[in-house]
């Protein structure tokens, strides 16, 4: 009996550490993204460089394009995983190592994947294709 009512406050303090990405949590909205950009326009210099980044207003708060290499890009929502509905929009460090909620604190690494903080899913991803200096992107 004793184990059991060690074992029920327990059980409630996971429970609470895990409500923001339970599936009561809050959605990212799914937004029609369907968009192109010259990867060598003035407009995107970082994009010349790996681990190169741009903004774009597309997407449901914006989108975050990052150069892996020449030939492959990855373009994520600006949008926080653990709390989509706060003001923050995601950012590149200053480091270009990471992508960063500037309100919660979650930490994602340049391929989306979450390395630190509440967040707990990855960043939503849209589909990239580069054909000669275009970049393709939509969902």
């Known amino acids: 009996m004793r184990n059991k009512l060690l074992l029920l406050p327990l059980l409630a303090i996971l429970a609470g550490a895990c409500s923001k990405n339970s599936s009561n949590s ?15 326009s003035q407009l995107y210099p ?28 990855l ?11 706060n003001d ?3 950012e590149v460090d200053q480091s270009r190592l990471y992508i960063t909620d500037p309100c919660c604190g979650s930490q994602f690494n340049l391929q989306g994947q979450v390395i630190g903080g509440p967040a ?16 393709y992107i939509s969902n």
Do not use: M
């Open 120 to 135: 707990i899913s990855a960043l939503r991803q849209y589909r990239t294709s580069l054909v000669a200096s275009t970049l």
């Open 26 to 40: 809050p959605i990212i909205p799914n937004v029609p993204v369907n968009t192109q950009l010259n990867i060598n």
């Open 75 to 85: 373009a994520f929502e600006r949008t926080c995983t653990y709390d989509p509905g």
């Open 46 to 73: 970082e994009l010349r460089q790996d681990g190169g980044y741009a903004y774009l207003l597309e997407g449901y708060k914006g989108i975050i394009v990052v150069r892996q290499n020449a030939s492959s890009y």
């Open 88 to 90: 923050c929009l995601l």
